[in-house]
């Protein structure tokens, strides 16, 4: 060979072997992977109109329907995290000039705010202090006072650790001439969530949380009055890449003949769902439940102080205040480095108030409440000793 | 438990294990992944703000770095297809009003020109039959005419078998005014480019072609230039999942300290790169090149007739006309069926018109090159025999 034409030389630390760590996952997500899901992604790919491929689509479409427990035709996976999914939703609904009030009680209201804004939306927002929820008469009112389009809620706030109560919002909205966009990132498959009975217009989760897998796939579902609003769009998304009608055609949702999407299926995603299957959806929402309450009391009894009201608390994500005279990063490193255990500070509104506990999926089992709290007991009694 | 109240069964369907058939994915993409990238996608996820990931996204950036011979310090992998990258390009550089030159084709230039129309740029398509490639001239002549702030080009045209001759129009595009925005998705590791000596100002690619990785992490890099006329928007980009102020801050590329970012990294795209290290870039441009040259002599040695020009030959993905008498879709079934081996018929303006075969990153063999064209030898001669 000649000289070489290269100028920048290539790295040598990516010639090393990568060393993943063993850790518990018990933040607010990601989560463990169980070995069956692993294994999955270790699988050969296929091409993405092959049609094995076209068929674990349609069961990644059948699994997602019963998880959403809903029959909409327009139901499929978005490929992206969680947030690539809420993004769809609202460049989707929502044209420039559209009303959309926004509930916000933490990270992720703010968020769809900002997103909302970016594409030009006349943006309200419905305020409640980061722990809180809305209640139904919260709701109506800005409904009467704003004549917004689409509402934006989140069911599982997991910047803060609360669960919106949903009843009876789909049929307010719809009585208001509004569609319901609900967020349920980190509360599918732990609580109950029923999108045709609710009538929930829009939904969508992402891959890492209760389902336990890499993040990268974001289920989501359009009602028909949601697809309707769509077709009844002057302009086009600002996307091509997460445009509905085109990933409609892709997944054959629109019963015409489907067109190749530019959106490679990992085959792996088809593991996604099964968790939530052989057990049933209620035996998993009783259970993240059940170590849920374990979990709270168990904290209660180190003396710590839970963030969120009874009636209101994710059975996925817990938060507790930070106590009196800790610092919430040196607990957090604490489990870190002395049990391997990752839990997470707050984030957004609630950043610097609160520690944040997940129990996700796999890792919501008695015998991780027990893990936890244990290093916790140890965390706050060595942080103490080291400052007397 | 009391009555159930789920109204939409489990799909039995998932239950059943997920078979995988081995194929030998010879389309323009994905191509098969070797077991070294298979068994760190099998790998335990970890928190996206661990210790271990951060310095991991570091090791991802120099060997992006390295792939696109660049010292730009905005380099990072979106977490999405190349399509994606493409739609991260457009939408952070372009605002509303902006005005676009798309050179055009095939595909991907009339992708590029739709989504940049979805963005309210104003768009102006340079335009060339599928096959053909564009002259410095031609380009000149568009920048003068349109005076645009943005050039897009297609480095390797995967609908058609094109590689586009970069030499000069980054100079070109800077003597106008205008930024030089590359799509290298087909074509990164299989064909030289050098971001930084050719003054290329914003350069992306995927990781299902040549890198041999599932599909969903996209490279990307900026220019000081683009920068800069990203620092100069007077709105938001229209997402926020692909706001480049964010990544850049998640990343670590602006010298701050770093913000969590939304978008999780899968740890395995870690290992999208070191093929490219230990026997180097030049060797693997030389490897493409050797092999595409003998699966060309191969294919005129069937009676085929090459679908573009010697001198401009995308090394990584090969044309052929699809011969008379036959029907595309033919050919790739019989070969899928028979043999195992995936190729593709066209896409787009080369739809009906040609076959595709790829041969990238491990896929790029003489024992793959002798394997495709005794299968196509072979069903040449059976779909001959069964018309007779």
């Not at 692993?38 to 790919?45: C, K, N, T, V």
């Not at 996604?272 to 998993?284: T, V």
Request: with cysteine; proline share 7%; hydrophobic share 40%.
């Amino acid at each position: 060979m000649t000289t070489s034409l290269l100028r920048v030389p290539p790295p040598q630390g990516l010639l090393r072997p990568l060393a993943v760590p063993e850790r518990l996952l018990l933040g607010p997500g990601p989560s463990n992977v169980p070995p069956r899901i692993l294994a999955a992604s270790g699988r050969q790919l296929l091409g993405h109109m092959h049609p094995e491929v076209l068929q674990v689509m349609d069961e990644i479409k059948a699994g997602i329907q019963y998880a959403f427990q809903t029959r909409n035709q327009l139901t499929l996976a978005i490929s992206g995290t969680g947030h690539c999914a809420m993004e769809a939703a609202l460049l989707n609904l929502l044209e420039h000039g559209d009303t959309v009030l926004v509930a916000v009680n933490g990270i992720w209201g703010q968020r769809a705010a900002d997103i909302a804004r970016r594409l030009g939306a006349d943006v309200h927002e419905l305020l409640k202090p980061p722990g809180e929820y809305f209640a139904p008469w919260d709701i109506e009112e800005g409904l009467a006072r704003h004549k917004p389009s689409v509402l934006f809620i989140t069911h599982g706030e997991s910047s803060t650790g609360v669960l919106q109560p949903l009843e009876g919002l789909g049929e307010l909205c719809h009585r208001h001439g509004c569609l319901l966009l609900v967020d349920a990132v980190a509360s599918l498959g732990g609580a109950p969530i029923f999108m045709d009975q609710q009538e929930i217009d829009v939904l969508y989760s992402g891959s890492q949380k209760v389902l336990n897998a890499p993040p990268g796939s974001a289920p989501i579902s359009f009602s028909k009055r949601a697809r309707e609003k769509m077709l009844r769009r002057k302009t086009k998304p600002p996307s091509f890449y997460l445009d509905m009608s085109w990933l409609a055609s892709y997944w054959g949702c629109d019963g015409e003949p489907r067109r190749g999407g530019r959106q490679e299926v990992p085959v792996s995603i088809r593991d996604l769902l099964p968790p939530l299957c052989p057990q049933g959806l209620e035996s998993s929402w009783e259970r993240h439940q059940a170590n849920c309450t374990l979990l709270c009391q168990g904290l209660r009894d180190l003396g710590l102080e839970l963030f969120v009201k009874e009636e209101a608390r994710l059975p996925t994500i817990t938060t507790v205040r930070v106590p009196e005279g800790y610092n919430w990063k040196e607990i957090t490193a604490f489990l870190m480095d002395n049990h391997a255990i990752e839990i997470a500070g707050g984030l957004g509104p609630s950043a610097g108030k609160v520690l944040r506990i997940g129990l996700m999926g796999c890792n919501s089992t008695s015998g991780n409440v027990d893990r936890v709290l244990r290093a916790l007991r140890d965390a706050l009694g060595q942080l103490r000793r080291s400052r007397l």
